[in-house]
């Protein structure tokens, strides 16, 4: 390990190094690309491609599933300024932040999330191209450039807003509960998901969110309410609902582990179930009993 720069054993302990050989097989090219681009970090805001293609030719040298993109988050985390972290953010957020803290952006354009129902101010002036899609209920695709530009989101009508994992379920619910603002966070919540929340959150809007019930529905269910413990709750995610939905399709062994790491208490009800069943259920399932609650719960 003579060969790479001294920062790496500062920075990074034993076993991180000893695994980074493995990985590498004794190529350390990487090394020296990570090394070079610490050594020139941007002192103005630039695109993560761009950076990466200025120090090494390729555009997606740094990206995360890149060896390059994972060293370079590994060098950046342990140079980072911040002092512990924070337990009410995401990993995604985690990662961006730390990336953020050296003027290092990812892609801001395809980082989007699609909404309706919601309106956005820029210097306490309403937004005219929020305020149309609200008005003429389009549903739309807002990139994080964007939900990043504004001061302050919030729906157009009242103070709730429907957060569904299934793209599918979003584009019939938008037709059955027109009055409804509603973000489409299509599975696994991007960057542009946790911006537009913590916007929203600011604005003391309440967010219910509506999964399939699967342990990756369980487990962003659950980490939504983790992070705004005061505003969030579920919609639809009932052990009824898992009754009415459940399909023939078994859960993987992995997903089976991954029921351990629920402890909500009401969400708990449902995996202890699905440990015993092994089945999984889609909000396609018990759409009617989605559409009641949002009777019962979000109608002002």
């Given at each position: 390990m003579d060969q790479i720069d001294p920062l790496f054993s500062e920075k990074l302990n034993v076993k991180q190094l000893t695994q980074w050989h493995e990985d590498l097989g004794g190529d350390f090219e990487v090394f020296e690309a990570v090394s070079q681009a610490l050594k020139q970090l941007p002192e103005e805001w630039t695109r993560l491609p761009f950076f990466a293609y200025q120090q090494t030719g390729d555009t997606h040298f740094f990206d995360e599933t890149k060896m390059g993109g994972r060293l370079l988050l590994q060098m950046l985390t342990a140079l980072s300024r911040r002092t512990e972290n924070d337990k009410k953010i995401s990993i995604v957020e985690e990662k961006n932040i730390i990336l953020n803290e050296f003027q290092l952006l990812r892609d801001d354009i395809h980082n989007f999330v699609s909404v309706r129902g919601l309106v956005a101010e820029k210097n306490k002036i309403i937004s005219q191209m929020w305020r149309n899609a609200w008005s003429e209920g389009v549903t739309w695709n807002v990139p994080l450039k964007e939900i990043l530009r504004m001061d302050s989101i919030y729906p157009g009508?009242?103070?709730?807003?429907?957060?569904?994992?299934?793209?599918?379920?979003?584009?019939?619910?938008?037709?059955?509960?027109?009055?409804?603002?509603?973000?489409?966070?299509?599975?696994?919540?991007?960057?542009?998901?946790?911006?537009?929340?913590?916007?929203?959150?600011?604005?003391?809007?309440?967010?219910?969110?509506?999964?399939?019930?699967?342990?990756?529905?369980?487990?962003?269910?659950?980490?939504?309410?983790?992070?705004?413990?005061?505003?969030?709750?579920?919609?639809?995610?009932?052990?009824?609902?898992?009754?009415?939905?459940?399909?023939?399709?078994?859960?993987?062994?992995?997903?089976?582990?991954?029921?351990?790491?629920?402890?909500?208490?009401?969400?708990?009800?449902?995996?202890?179930?699905?440990?015993?069943?092994?089945?999984?259920?889609?909000?396609?399932?018990?759409?009617?009993?989605?559409?009641?609650?949002?009777?019962?719960?979000?109608?002002?």
């Open positions: 009508h009242g103070n709730k807003v429907l957060i569904i994992e299934n793209s599918a379920v979003y584009s019939v619910l938008l037709e059955l509960v027109p009055e409804i603002a509603i973000i489409c966070s299509s599975g696994q919540f991007t960057y542009a998901v946790w911006q537009l929340l913590r916007k929203l959150s600011e604005n003391n809007v309440k967010l219910y969110y509506s999964g399939d019930l699967d342990p990756e529905g369980l487990l962003m269910a659950q980490k939504v309410i983790e992070m705004f413990p005061e505003q969030a709750q579920t919609i639809g995610m009932s052990l009824e609902s898992y009754q009415v939905g459940k399909q023939l399709s078994k859960l993987l062994p992995q997903q089976l582990k991954q029921l351990q790491k629920i402890n909500n208490k009401e969400l708990k009800i449902i995996a202890e179930k699905m440990e015993i069943s092994h089945i999984k259920a889609y909000q396609e399932g018990y759409l009617d009993i989605i559409l009641t609650e949002i009777n019962e719960k979000m109608q002002n």
